[in-house]
């Protein structure tokens, strides 16, 4: 299984960009489809999007359309997540997971289909 570290959360103002980063280690990352999901206080974890495995196919959560992209880099063996026009809803901490993949196509977006999970990253997003 892979080993995922997200990095780049924090504390900014509505409308301010943020990138969060998620560095992979242990196995090898083309082999896995990839997802951002995010959990606010008190509700449930949902998924901002996900990336197959090369990069062909993204899927993103309906509240982030247009404003959120992610991309992977499999050289570096890093998956990122840029985030603009964030609005206090973004406001959450974030998790990197992923999925073990045998075809291009795959790019789930259910929790249940990732198996490796990082420990999370806090955005704050202040009005």
């Known amino acids: 299984q892979v080993q995922l570290v997200e990095s780049g959360g924090g504390l900014v103002q509505a409308g301010a960009s943020l990138r969060l980063s998620c560095a992979a280690s242990g196995d090898i990352f083309s082999n896995y489809a990839l997802g951002w999901f995010r959990q606010a206080p008190g509700q449930a974890r949902e998924v901002v999007a996900a990336?197959?495995?090369?990069?062909?196919?993204?899927h993103y959560g309906e509240s982030v359309k247009g404003r959120f992209t992610i991309s992977r880099d499999n050289a570096k063996n890093i998956v990122y997540l840029q985030m603009n026009s964030l609005k206090p809803e973004d406001t959450a901490l974030y998790y990197c997971a992923a999925a073990r993949s045998f075809n291009n196509a795959y790019t789930p977006q259910r929790e249940a289909d990732f198996r490796s999970w990082g420990q999370g990253t806090q955005v704050t997003v202040s009005s």
């Open positions: 990336i197959s495995r090369g990069a062909h196919i993204t």
